[in-house]
């Protein structure tokens, strides 16, 4: 088993990356990092509750998770890697493309692994049109949306003016990672980002355009949407993919569910019309987050492949920053 300390027991770190890791076979949750220990012992009673300088220095402790809020993650990670762990960060990656850069090439001076924590392609919506993509042929439009009805602004650190806040950097990662990995580099992006609410202190709001020769990809997503839309459209030569609904395993998880249960990840289905207009349902793939965590255990122990190299968040980062000046700038950002 190895031995994993989770650092920061927030909403990320109690709601999604405790249940998964102590789920996940060959990993074993014994350290969680956090200044509430009665919090994380009133929601997990079976680990110790120490502060980061005790779970570095704990040679048991072969994996660190870093689930804090997106300023902390670029020196959390330097100096996990530097105690010589393996690493997962939380989405975004880092703040900028060199922080990025920088954690590339420390853990490749260490040998140790450094994955990123893009859960979403592992997605129903995700995983069910990469199982019938070539159904449909060549796509020309897609969408990818994550909209919601939140128009009251929130305290929380994702909600105020300062480094890694917005939902560029929160969803708009989710997405972008999507497009990259279903698409490959895109050739440009426009991007229109943008606090909307009255209050707002930080972007709520973005609409992005990834450009591929002849294919659209648009990235959106607001927090004053109603009535929302497809959160999966794809419009190719062969036919179109329409899927309502979000990946339903995070409303799982805070319920309290076990990732890996009977109907663990179950969605809507989604609708195939092919190019003579004839309709059908498509059961969707169940979402499956825990893989990602069964990836990483098997990574370390048996050498297997990353699951989400950082190299790929690196890229992410990238676009993250181009779509920034994009909207800065009012124009198309070259790729």
Known sequence: MIGTALIGFGYAGKTIHSPLI?????????????????????????????????ALADPAIELVVIA?????????AHAALHAGKHV???????????????LVDH??????????????????????????????????QVVLRYDRWRPEVRNRWRERDGPGSGIWFDLGSHLIDQALTLFGWPQAIT??????????QTDDFFHATLFYGPLRVILHSSMMTLSVGPAFEVQADKGAFIKYGMDPQEDMLKAGRTPGDDGWG???DGHLTDISGKTESIVSAPGNYLAYYQAIARAISAGEPNPVPATDALKVMQVIEAGFRSAREGRRIAL
Do not use: M
């Open 22 to 54: 102590r789920a996940a076979q060959g990993l074993d949750l014994t350290t969680i990092v956090s200044s509430r220990p009665d919090d994380v012992h009133a929601a997990v009673t079976d680990v110790r509750v120490t502060n980061f300088e005790d």
């Open 68 to 76: 804090t809020p997106n300023d902390l993650h670029a020196p959390q």
């Open 88 to 102: 997962v960060v939380d989405k975004p990656f880092c703040l900028d493309v060199a922080q990025g850069q920088a």
């Open 107 to 140: 853990a490749s001076r260490a040998g140790k692994l450094l994955s990123v924590f893009h859960c979403r392609r592992w997605d129903s919506n995700f995983l069910t049109y990469s199982r019938i993509r070539d159904r449909l042929g060549a796509p020309y």
């Open 191 to 200: 991007a229109d980002i943008t606090p909307q609410r009255p209050g707002a």
């Open 266 to 268: 179950g969605d809507r």
